[in-house]
């Protein structure tokens, strides 16, 4: 499940170079606009790196947190951007909200199997 959980930490950095690279190509003329484009980015590289930290360190119980909540705000922000585009179906869409789904229940996964509250797990 750890080289699972590791893959799609990784396609979710891969996602976000994939919008960077869009963002560019669609806004380089529009430094505004491509300022706010790849914020997006910055955050698909947070949530994929948070998820990644979680993955090595299992018995992180505050870090399987954020990682559960960045998982669920990215899969809401995937969903959105399906709603607005009138396409749920689009691939950009679907990678991104399966990525996050994944790794919501990855992060679900890891609370589950973590010590319990207040408990301090061995180095």
Request: zero cysteines.
């Amino acid at each position: 499940m750890k080289s699972l959980d590791r893959l799609f930490g990784w396609l979710l950095v891969v996602n976000g170079l994939l919008h960077a690279l869009g963002a560019w190509n669609a806004n380089h003329g529009k430094p505004g606009v491509l300022l706010w484009a790849l914020t997006g980015s910055l955050a698909a590289f947070l949530i994929a790196a948070i998820n990644l930290l979680r993955a090595e360190r299992p018995h992180d119980r505050p870090l399987a947190w954020l990682s559960l909540a960045g998982s669920i705000a990215w899969l809401t922000v995937a969903l959105s951007v399906g709603k607005l585009a009138g396409h749920f179906l689009d691939a950009r869409v679907v990678s991104n909200a399966l990525n996050a789904a994944v790794l919501a229940a990855m992060s679900i996964r890891s609370l589950r199997a973590g010590s319990p509250a207040g408990a301090h797990a061995a180095a």
